[in-house]
């Protein structure tokens, strides 16, 4: 059985490839969309540590913490090499932040100078947007760079690794989406298409198709952009076990849920909890994931759940934590906790958080024109920007929309150029308590309620949420 993901059946397809498990084409939309548009990640997405400091510095308070007591507890942990890895790096501020706290934080000096941090990515654009991040280059002795995916760290000992974390990277490793079917497990193929409507802008058809096959970025760059106007066909095949980790694991856990239910069953982040392992010491402090998903069954069997988005062009999924953890427990990965992440920001820091785009949430009326909630974007950092003060120079990078009237795109814009240079770096930058009431009265002039914001900050997570997953001797 086939069906269509098509918004406009009119406008019939061309085939851009064939038929593949969905963790295979996530794979290559991967390599596609990092290879096209890796210096421009931040225009379409944003992540908690792209431009914020506050998840780094709680990273960065946590690991001092619980390596001072460690040391304390055995002396001769207070010597040699302490190496802390970063899958998936970004633009390389979460290591500048972590790093500049360690260091304030470290004030005997008995673990900032045997640090060695290992920022890893897939991409090598990537890699050189970090290589370019001049707050990390403060640390440029205590820092490394390696080109490599997960499964490729064979070149780095077993129990060689003292602290291992990585933000918004399962829900980009590879993900199956499966479903039990009258005692088979099932899982979902896709092929991509493109709209009829752009063929005219691909003269040489049959050049664009292979130079999309083989991921050939230097091929593409010059075409015009096609990534958004992408159509998926999507069909169901009983799967081979053999190509799946943990398939006893997984199979059992399907059970528990509703057949002709689809369940993400992210193959990549069970993979990486397997190399998490190995690579750990035996007194390490552990692995940390931060990322948007789910533990709560009830969630996870309903069958409108986001399993999930396509941004840019580039697939993200929910990230499964229930089965996850089970997978932890099973790699015998230690104990397993799993919170939502601004409880673990709020608790290293010692204040109540949330980001701006919370705050933002709790407006009673949110505006319907996208220009409308730019504008409310920027007054509401302004607002906040009173009482804010970040120990970086970042201004907030948002993109207007097109449809932008002009009147109100040069009242944005200005709006922009007058952001405070240390004021709130992105809509999800974390915010303390205190920040935000101090702009209450500000706040209020623009329609927020200070009662229902107060209550934000207790608020529990949303049925798809951000959470901190650690495993570790000591999780």
Known sequence: MAEHVAENEEALPQLLGDFAPIDVWQRHMNAVFYGLRGERVRELYQTFAAADYRLGYALAADYVQRATQRQKTDPEKGTGTLTIMEWGCGNGNLAACFLDQVKALDRDATLYPRMQYVLIDASETVLDG????????????????????????????DGSIDRIFCNELWSELPTKLLLRKAGDVMEEHIRPNLKETRLIDYPDWAGLVQAFDEADIAGL???????????WEREYHKIEAKDVPFRRLITDFLKLFDEELLMPVNVGAADSLKEAHRLLAPDALGFSSFDAGTADEAVLNDPEK?????????????VNLALLEDVAKQAGGGQ???????????????????????????????????????????????????????????????????????ETRRELEQLLAQQAKQGVPDTVAYLAEEEVMKAAGHLEELGYDRSILQAAFLAPPQPVDYFHFRMGPDA
């Open 221 to 231: 760059k010059p075409l015009p952009a096609f990534l958004d106007d992408i159509l």
């Open 306 to 318: 986001p399993c999930y988005n396509l941004v840019g062009g580039q697939f993200s999924f929910m």
């Open 130 to 157: 970090a290589r370019a991040n001049a707050e990390l280059a403060k640390h440029e002795d205590r820092v490394q760079f390696v080109q490599a995916t997960v499964p490729d760290l064979q070149s780095f000992a």
């Open 336 to 406: 397993v906790t799993i919170e939502p992440q601004k409880e673990f920001v709020g608790r290293s820091l010692g204040v109540n958080v949330m980001s701006l785009m919370d705050v933002l949430a709790s407006h009673p009326q949110l505006p319907k024109e996208p220009w409308e909630i730019d504008r409310l974007i920027l007054k509401t950092v302004e607002a906040v920007n009173a009482g804010y003060a970040s120990p970086y120079e970042r201004i907030i990078d948002l993109p207007l929309s097109p449809e932008t009237p002009e």
